[in-house]
């Protein structure tokens, strides 16, 4: 094997590597959307959808959490998520709440860290906000 | 026919008229160019005349779209969806491109007018060149015959929808229209790319391209940094990059189009790359359209910030992407072994190699960026599809940003025919010395990180090297020979904006009531008033900022409703000092409660008085079960503990109702020390009482989060060196073509 081939090898095997370094990180930071369900299984980061369900958030100051119902208007499930942070604006108009976190077995809430909260707007259909 | 009359009436003709008669055009041009082609040089007059009249069609067109526009009328669908009558002048004329179609059409208009200087300056291959160019036009054409931008309603509207209010800001009348003229002079190099192998003269080309390319460069990353300023000062999401869909869609095509330029700079100096330059013209075009599809097809709608609503163009994007994929394709692998090429025999250590290295490392940065912008896609055939986050991209995007820093940090002191790296360390002894400095520097400061130290390293290694050469070129031949590697300066500089902005921000969410201190950090924030709107000037709120260190400044903040859609929406306000932006985004205002729901035995405050709710009475006005029971008018007392100032003294507002008819009264009783007391409300379930005071009120509330990004000043003034490298090398670029243009045939 002569040396220039030696490089284009050694390039190869770079780039291998690299391949499958993308592809974890690819695997480990894909956040699946899931049914309340598999969310509850809660090994990794996830997204979950819904609506808010009326009347069901409330704000705690001392830990600076929101709380708030989502149901999920197909399977009539409903889950409780708690999101660290302070209460986006318009969030009671909210038509639809994405929340990515994972599910916390010992409190039995979806703990959010992040919130895409898509509220009417008679524009392009809907506005989506991120928080978190 | 009835059908074809229907349409007709739907339309607004004056706007419709000329897009058809463009259509039509640019097909004649495309049939003229392709006589030419075949051999009948007569048809070129023909062939440039109908091209000419299909640009009259577009402007026409748009000058028309603006009209209609700027004179509300609203019969115009499209007017009617994005203007309205509380709208400002200015954001009437942005409104043009607020939508779907508006925007293909300012994205088409600048491609015709560009078109008319390809056209002149493609010199032999014009033909060729102008029959593809004008091809990538008319699929834009097609998606606005169909998508008629001119639809008229059945009844005029008295008002339209009015615009976006998160468009509505002064970059949306500059960022968008400059982001299509990027991607429109992307579609240039493309053609020239293609008319090369078409015809197989597989010389020259990459002359002619390459001031076009740097071009696009140029546009695209102005409009990027745009962009980022957009998203950073004025929409408050907190940076300048969020690695979004359609952020993404616009950096891709700009990678690619760096690469292809560094492609082009190997053909013109060594003939090297000549078959990787037509991959590169391609995907880069190819990457434009397939950042369209998937910002515009709708397949993203449910995880992006600001992506389109469908319009059923899908399988039109599709269908262009295709046919351009296949035509492109088609051509490399029926040409391909007759490219000529210089076979490679460079030395390792040599400005070959290590160019070749950094393009497949920035290559291969745009494939993982786009491969994460299609996560949403890619994952749609599994069980649950999802995206991949911020934290994706600056994983993967670390390692090629160090060994990109590495090669660039190098490349000052190669030449082509290679270097002894010993020298190239001794050289390097300086630079190496402010690398090293920069790196104690920020150890000291606080990173503590081993990649992010060797980072550090290497990004000012590569902005020093990149520095002495500037300067070096700048003494032998002018400022214009240099704009290579002021670019390159410039690279460094954003990679340590990068880093530091990014990975070493502080932020912290606080709620401030108003007039009341709070340390965040090493500052302390007092909300001190509400600043009524003035005109077009919104609500703000005025925010005084006490640093530890004595230095005290106001920030202003706003926060304010949007009439029309009831939207609250936030602009940040920015201190900005040399080593640091002071960032405060308001997040929620609450005016101040006049009202209060307290729990049997809960506490609570309004104004100066603290409230304990003790217990209901139940005799305070007869006996309120037995007159509930009969159904009849009855009256609850709310024993409440008020101290003021020390004094607490024990008083019973009466809460009376009518089951009969429902009505509610509820006496105001006199406070001692002034004021009045109501119970406002009482809660059955939770046996709560809601507490008014009338003539007092609880401080308003503001939520901010305050963020403090170190030297993030670096990044915008790195992208401008990279830009200005550009400008220099675009002129220098343009001059050789023109002394070569001048030079007898030979």
């Known amino acids: 094997m002569n040396k220039k081939?030696?490089?284009?090898?050694?390039?190869?095997?770079?780039?291998?590597?690299?391949?499958?370094?993308?592809?974890?990180?690819?695997?480990?930071?894909?956040?699946?959307?899931?049914?309340?369900?598999?969310?509850?299984?809660?090994?990794?980061?996830?997204?979950?959808?819904?609506?808010?369900?009326?009347?069901?958030?409330?704000?705690?100051?001392?830990?600076?959490?929101?709380?708030?119902?989502?149901?999920?208007?197909?399977?009539?499930?409903?889950?409780?998520?708690?999101?660290?942070?302070?209460?986006?604006?318009?969030?009671?108009?909210?038509?639809?709440?994405v929340a990515i976190g994972r599910f916390d077995e010992s409190a039995k809430q979806f703990e959010a860290n992040k919130l895409l909260v898509k509220c009417p707007s008679k524009y392009q259909g809907a506005e989506v906000k991120e928080y978190g | 026919m009835n059908a074809i009359l229907d349409s007709l009436s739907t339309l607004y003709l004056p706007g419709a008229l000329p897009l058809w008669c463009a259509l039509l055009f640019s097909l004649a041009s495309i049939w003229g160019y392709s006589l030419v082609v075949r051999g009948d040089a007569a048809s070129l007059g023909f062939a440039r005349r109908s091209y000419d009249f299909f640009v009259l069609g577009i402007v026409l067109a748009s000058v028309v779209l603006a009209l209609l526009l700027l004179m509300r009328d609203y019969r115009i669908e499209y007017v009617h969806q994005y203007s309205g009558n509380d709208l400002p002048s200015h954001y009437q004329f942005a409104a043009f491109w607020a939508g779907q179609k508006g925007s293909f059409l300012i994205w088409l208009l600048w491609g015709a007018l560009l078109g008319l200087l390809v056209k002149k300056t493609a010199?032999?291959?014009?033909?060729?060149?102008?029959?593809?160019?004008?091809?990538?036009?008319?699929?834009?054409?097609?998606?606005?015959?169909?998508?008629?931008?001119?639809?008229?309603?059945?009844?005029?509207?008295?008002?339209?929808?009015?615009?976006?209010?998160?468009?509505?800001?002064?970059?949306?009348?500059?960022?968008?229209?400059?982001?299509?003229?990027?991607?429109?002079?992307?579609?240039?190099?493309?053609?020239?790319?293609?008319?090369?192998?078409?015809?197989?003269?597989?010389?020259?080309?990459?002359?002619?391209?390459?001031?076009?390319?740097?071009?696009?460069?140029?546009?695209?990353?102005?409009?990027?940094?745009?962009?980022?300023?957009?998203?950073?000062?004025?929409?408050?999401?907190?940076?300048?990059?969020?690695?979004?869909?359609?952020?993404?869609?616009?950096?891709?095509?700009?990678?690619?189009?760096?690469?292809?330029?560094?492609?082009?700079?190997?053909?013109?100096?060594?003939?090297?790359?000549?078959?990787?330059?037509?991959?590169?013209?391609?995907?880069?075009?190819?990457?434009?359209?397939?950042?369209?599809?998937?910002?515009?097809?709708?397949?993203?709608?449910?995880?992006?910030?600001?992506?389109f609503v469908d319009l059923g163009i899908s399988g039109w994007l599709i269908a262009g992407m295709v046919s351009f994929l296949l035509l492109s394709a088609f051509l490399l692998a029926t040409r391909w072994k007759q490219i000529p090429t210089a076979p490679n025999e460079d030395p390792f250590f040599s400005r070959g190699t290590f160019l070749v290295l950094s393009t497949i490392s920035l290559t291969v940065s745009a494939v993982v960026i786009a491969v994460g912008t299609s996560a949403p896609l890619l994952t749609r055939f599994m069980e649950n599809p999802g995206q991949v986050g911020p934290e994706f991209y600056n994983k993967v995007n670390m390692p090629i940003a160090l060994l990109i820093a590495l090669l660039l940090a190098a490349i000052p002191y190669l030449t082509w025919k290679g270097e002894e790296p010993r020298e190239?360390?001794?050289?390097?002894?300086?630079?190496?010395?402010?690398?090293?400095?920069?790196?104690?520097?920020?150890?000291?400061?606080?990173?503590?990180?081993?990649?992010?130290?060797?980072?550090?390293?290497?990004?000012?290694?590569?902005?020093?090297?990149?520095?002495?050469?500037?300067?070096?070129?700048?003494?032998?031949?002018?400022?214009?020979?240099?704009?290579?590697?002021?670019?390159?300066?410039?690279?460094?500089?954003?990679?340590?904006?990068?880093?530091?902005?990014?990975?070493?921000?502080?932020?912290?969410?606080?709620?401030?009531?108003?007039?009341?201190?709070?340390?965040?950090?090493?500052?302390?924030?007092?909300?001190?008033?509400?600043?009524?709107?003035?005109?077009?000037?919104?609500?703000?709120?005025?925010?005084?900022?006490?640093?530890?260190?004595?230095?005290?400044?106001?920030?202003?903040?706003?926060?304010?409703?949007?009439?029309?859609?009831?939207?609250?929406?936030?602009?940040?306000?920015?201190?900005?000092?040399?080593?640091?932006?002071?960032?405060?985004?308001?997040?929620?205002?609450?005016?101040?409660?006049?009202?209060?729901?307290?729990?049997?035995?809960?506490?609570?405050?309004?104004?100066?008085?603290?409230?304990?709710?003790?217990?209901?009475?139940?005799?305070?006005?007869g006996n309120a079960m037995a007159q509930m029971a009969a159904g009849q008018q009855f009256t609850i007392?709310?024993?409440?503990?008020?101290?003021?100032?020390g004094q607490t003294s024990t008083i019973t507002p009466l809460y009376r109702l009518d089951p009969v008819n429902g009505t509610v009264q509820t006496p105001p009783m006199a406070l001692p020390g002034g004021g009045e007391i109501v119970v406002a409300g009482i809660n059955a379930g939770t046996g709560a009482v809601q507490i008014e005071v009338l003539g007092a009120r609880n401080p308003p509330k503001l939520s901010v989060d305050v963020t403090r990004k170190p030297l993030i000043q670096l990044v915008w003034f790195g992208l401008y060196i990279v830009l200005a490298g550009g400008v220099l090398a675009t002129v220098q670029r343009l001059r050789e073509m023109r002394v070569r243009d001048t030079l007898p045939a030979g």
């Open chain 2, 424 to 621: 190239i360390l001794r050289r390097m002894l300086w630079p190496g010395i402010f690398g090293a400095v920069l790196t104690v520097a920020a150890a000291v400061w606080q990173v503590r990180d081993v990649f992010h130290l060797l980072f550090v390293f290497l990004a000012s290694l590569a902005l020093a090297t990149n520095l002495q050469k500037t300067v070096a070129k700048y003494r032998a031949g002018g400022l214009r020979m240099a704009g290579g590697y002021l670019s390159h300066v410039g690279v460094g500089v954003i990679l340590l904006g990068f880093l530091a902005s990014s990975a070493y921000d502080q932020s912290a969410k606080v709620t401030l009531e108003m007039g009341t201190p709070r340390k965040v950090e090493d500052a302390t924030l007092t909300f001190t008033r509400f600043i009524e709107r003035r005109g077009f000037e919104k609500e703000s709120m005025e925010i005084e900022v006490v640093r530890d260190d004595g230095e005290r400044f106001f920030v202003y903040p706003k926060l304010f409703m949007n009439d029309r859609t009831q939207q609250v929406m936030a602009n940040p306000d920015i201190r900005t000092t040399p080593f640091q932006d002071f960032y405060v985004s308001p997040i929620d205002y609450d005016p101040g409660q006049p009202r209060i729901q307290l729990a049997k035995g809960e506490a609570g405050r309004i104004g100066d008085l603290d409230i304990r709710f003790v217990a209901f009475d139940l005799e305070a006005d």
């Open chain 2, 123 to 307: 010199g032999r291959a014009e033909p060729v060149v102008m029959g593809i160019y004008t091809l990538t036009l008319l699929g834009i054409l097609f998606i606005l015959v169909r998508e008629n931008p001119f639809v008229m309603l059945k009844e005029t509207p008295l008002d339209g929808q009015g615009l976006n209010p998160l468009l509505q800001d002064d970059w949306m009348v500059i960022h968008p229209p400059i982001m299509f003229v990027g991607y429109a002079l992307s579609a240039i190099p493309f053609a020239f790319a293609l008319a090369a192998l078409w015809r197989r003269e597989y010389d020259g080309w990459a002359a002619r391209a390459f001031p076009w390319a740097l071009a696009g460069f140029l546009v695209l990353g102005t409009a990027i940094l745009m962009g980022g300023y957009w998203a950073y000062k004025s929409l408050g999401w907190g940076g300048y990059w969020g690695w979004d869909q359609v952020e993404n869609a616009s950096l891709i095509p700009w990678i690619l189009g760096t690469v292809m330029i560094h492609g082009l700079y190997m053909e013109r100096a060594k003939g090297r790359y000549r078959r990787v330059n037509y991959l590169l013209a391609s995907l880069t075009y190819l990457s434009v359209l397939y950042g369209t599809f998937l910002t515009r097809s709708g397949v993203l709608a449910d995880f992006s910030v600001h992506s």
């Open chain 1, 5 to 97: 081939n030696r490089y284009y090898l050694l390039g190869g095997i770079l780039l291998l590597a690299f391949a499958g370094f993308s592809f974890s990180s690819f695997k480990e930071t894909l956040t699946p959307y899931v049914s309340y369900e598999q969310a509850r299984e809660g090994d990794r980061m996830v997204q979950v959808a819904g609506a808010l369900e009326k009347g069901s958030t409330s704000y705690k100051d001392v830990e600076e959490s929101l709380y708030f119902t989502l149901h999920d208007p197909k399977t009539r499930e409903t889950l409780r998520v708690r999101y660290k942070g302070l209460r986006p604006a318009n969030f009671e108009e909210a038509i639809s709440i």
């Open chain 2, 637 to 645: 007392g709310a024993q409440l503990a008020v101290t003021r100032g």
